[in-house]
């Protein structure tokens, strides 16, 4: 595997740890309570990150296969 990718994944699996963090903290009731907004794929809904997650997770397995 070339450097770029393997930054790339690094990269990546940084930006999933930040969607899980963000999304447990969001579905918090407390955070929910503060937060409401009529938008579902707003930047404050958990769903919004798990769907970011996903997506993440779809890159850092196609970066790790070999051509």
């Known amino acids: 595997m070339d450097e770029s ?3 790339a994944i690094q ?3 940084k ?3 930040t969607y899980v963090a963000l999304a447990l903290f ?3 009731k ?4 503060h937060l409401r907004t009529e938008d579902k ?9 798990r769907e970011r997650m996903k997506e993440a997770k779809g ?3 196609e970066l ?3 051509n």
């Open 41 to 49: 794929g707003a930047l404050l809904s958990p769903a919004f990150y």
């Open 26 to 28: 969001l579905s918090k």
């Open 11 to 13: 990269f990546l699996e």
């Open 30 to 33: 407390s955070v929910q309570q």
């Open 5 to 7: 990718k393997r930054r």
């Open 15 to 17: 930006e999933i740890k």
């Open 64 to 66: 790790r296969k070999p």
């Open 59 to 61: 890159l850092v397995s």
